[in-house]
């Protein structure tokens, strides 16, 4: 009943944009901290932003710093993640994650989880 869902990712050359969205069904987004996480083959899952549910403050990771943007529409109950200058590095799948107390940097403070969206970064 309570679900995110990712959407967005796919294949992407390196220098190239995508935009990964995360909608709500089942909850109300705008009363929760939004991160987004990836993970790679064999690597932890590490966050890459988050954003707040009352003034809309950011926190990005240092590897996206300047080229990863998060945004949140709570007419629409759902954040986005705008991904330019996209690197190899960048190849994971990439969730989001909703909690009701903070930007947590780890998964397992976080409430709510979405499945996943592929994003491959190769020439």
Same mark, same amino acid.
């Given at each position: 009943?309570?679900?995110?869902?990712?959407?967005?990712?796919?294949?992407?050359?390196?220098?190239?944009?995508?935009?990964?969205?995360?909608?709500?069904?089942?909850?109300?987004?705008?009363?929760?901290?939004?991160?987004?996480?990836?993970?790679?083959?064999?690597?932890?899952?590490?966050?890459? $932003?988050?954003?707040?549910?009352?003034? /809309?403050?950011? &926190?990005? %990771?240092?590897?996206?710093? #300047?080229?990863?943007?998060?945004?949140?529409?709570?007419?629409?109950?759902?954040?986005?993640?705008?991904?330019? $200058?996209?690197?190899?590095?960048?190849? /994971?799948?990439? &969730?989001? %994650?909703?909690?009701?107390? #903070?930007?947590?940097?780890?998964?397992?403070?976080?409430?709510?989880?979405?499945?996943?969206?592929?994003?491959?970064?190769?020439?």
């Amino acid at each position: 009943q309570l679900q995110l869902v990712e959407s967005g990712g796919g294949l992407v050359q390196p220098g190239g944009s995508l935009r990964l969205s995360c909608a709500a069904s089942g909850f109300s987004l705008d009363r929760y901290f939004i991160g987004w996480f990836r993970q790679a083959p064999g690597k932890e899952r590490e966050r890459v $932003s988050c954003i707040s549910h009352r003034f /809309a403050n950011t &926190y990005y %990771a240092d590897s996206v710093k #300047g080229r990863f943007t998060i945004s949140r529409d709570n007419a629409k109950n759902t954040v986005y993640l705008q991904m330019n $200058s996209l690197k190899p590095e960048d190849t /994971a799948v990439y &969730y989001c %994650a909703a909690d009701p107390v #903070g930007c947590h940097l780890y998964p397992p403070q976080y409430e709510y989880w979405g499945q996943g969206t592929q994003v491959t970064v190769s020439s």
